[in-house]
C-alpha cells in the first residue's frame, strides 16, 4: 500500500509559535518544512517545489513577510494551498492576505483543533485537484458564455485565452458552472466551497468573488456574469 506523505511549509519568526504549530502538524501526520523568517520560507520554498502541498505563513515576519511571501509562492505555483496567521489587530491584512492569493486565514491565539481543521480542509482541496487531474477519464469540460472549465486538466479560459485560478478560485467557478443562473446566499457558497467545518466567516465568500472578478470580468466593478444578488448573495448569470 503506497504511503502519501502530505508537505506542510511553515514560516513563523516566533520559535515558541512554530514549534506549537509544528507540534500539531505532525500529530495530524503532516511532513513539516519550517522556516524562521519570508527569506528562508522562499528558499525552503524553491527547494521543495515538488512536494509542499500547503504553506502556513505569519504575516508579520522582519523583512519579507508573509504577504510578499504569499505573492511569491503564487507567482509559481496556484496548486500549493496557503494559509495566513494574523493578529486579530490585523483586519486589512487578511483581507489583503485573501486577495493575493491565500487560501485561508487563521487569528491568533488558536487552538490546535482549529488549526488543524484550516489545515485539513486546505489539504482536501489540493489532494481533490491532483487525484481529478491524475484520472485517466475522458476530458469533461463545462461551457458557459465565452469561459470553458475544463475539470481534466484543471484548467480554465475565456475566448480561448487561459486564466490562472487559485484552487479556491477554481472550486468556486466549478461550483456556480453547476449552478448557472441560480442564487445562493453567502453562507450556502461557503459549506459548499469550504465545507460545513469551515470556522471562518462569510467574508472569505466576498474576498474571493472580488479576486474572481477582476480575473474574469470586463470591468469587475460592473459584472455581467459573477452578478450580486442584494441582499442575499451571487449567482452566474449565463444568458449574457
Not at 518544512?33 to 502541498?53: H, M, P, R, V
Not at 504553506?55 to 513577510?65: E, F, K
Not at 468556486?172 to 469550504?194: G, H, Q, Y
Request: with cysteine; aromatic share 10%.
Amino acid at each position: 500500500m503506497e504511503i502519501i506523505m502530505k508537505y506542510v511549509l511553515i514560516a513563523e519568526d516566533e520559535a515558541s509559535i512554530r514549534e506549537f504549530v509544528v507540534i500539531n502538524l505532525r500529530r495530524g501526520g503532516y511532513e513539516v518544512i519550517e522556516a524562521s523568517n519570508g527569506e528562508e520560507a522562499i528558499e525552503k520554498f524553491n527547494e521543495n517545489f515538488d512536494k509542499i502541498d500547503i504553506a502556513i505563513l505569519d504575516i508579520m515576519m522582519p523583512g519579507v513577510d508573509g504577504l510578499e511571501v504569499c505573492k511569491y509562492i503564487r507567482t509559481r505555483s496556484n496548486r500549493t494551498g496557503i494559509i495566513m496567521l494574523t493578529a486579530k489587530t490585523q483586519e486589512m491584512d487578511k483581507i489583503t492576505g485573501l486577495i493575493v492569493g491565500a487560501d485561508d486565514y487563521v487569528t491568533k491565539p488558536f487552538s490546535p483543533s482549529e488549526l488543524m481543521a484550516r489545515v485539513d480542509a486546505v489539504y482536501r482541496r489540493v489532494s481533490l485537484t491532483a487525484e481529478v487531474s491524475g484520472e485517466k477519464l475522458e476530458r469533461k469540460t463545462i461551457a458557459l458564455n465565452d469561459f470553458v472549465l475544463d475539470l481534466k486538466s484543471h484548467s480554465f479560459s475565456k475566448k480561448g485565452e487561459n486564466i490562472e485560478l487559485t484552487q479556491i478560485e477554481f472550486q468556486l467557478i466549478e461550483f456556480f458552472f453547476n449552478n448557472p443562473d441560480v442564487a445562493f446566499k453567502r453562507n450556502d457558497i461557503l459549506k459548499s466551497v469550504w465545507g460545513n467545518s469551515y470556522y471562518g466567516d462569510e467574508k472569505i465568500v466576498d474576498v474571493n468573488i472580488h479576486r474572481l472578478r477582476n480575473k474574469i470580468e470586463e470591468d469587475p466593478s460592473h459584472p455581467e456574469f459573477l452578478t450580486t444578488v442584494w441582499g442575499m448573495g451571487y449567482k452566474w448569470v449565463s444568458d449574457n
